[in-house]
């Protein structure tokens, strides 16, 4: 069963979103798009400073299996990424949550998390 933290927001391309501060939102892919991608083997992030839209591909997740996009959450600028990925991209497979966060987008208003799934709602995509 793959873990859904309740206090985070998330979407049916399996990517996750938290504020962490301001009007920054952290960014990941979910336990369950990890276990099924298998081993993480590259973590890409495209143009740091980069405009995207909600649904706008950000960047790649690469494993042992297949290379699949990441879609952006929100709309806003990318302004970090995880650089601790560059040298150990398995953090997204052992700690997708926490240290395996991919990048933080900073947004015009924090309150387009709520128009993203809640951990309810997500479990039910991923039980489909």
Known sequence: MA???PDLRYTTDHEWAKVVSGNTVRVGITDYA???LGDIVFVSVHGLDAAVE????????ESTKSV????APVAG????????LDDNPDLVNTDPYGAGWIAE???ADVAVLDSLLD????GQVTAE
Do not use: C, M
């Open 3 to 5: 873990e859904i933290p």
């Open 34 to 36: 990890q276990n099924s």
């Open 54 to 61: 909600s649904g706008d591909t950000f960047g790649e997740v």
């Open 68 to 71: 699949s996009d990441l879609y």
């Open 77 to 84: 600028s990318v302004v970090t990424r995880n650089e601790a």
């Open 105 to 107: 987008i900073e947004v």
């Open 119 to 122: 951990a309810e709602g997500y």
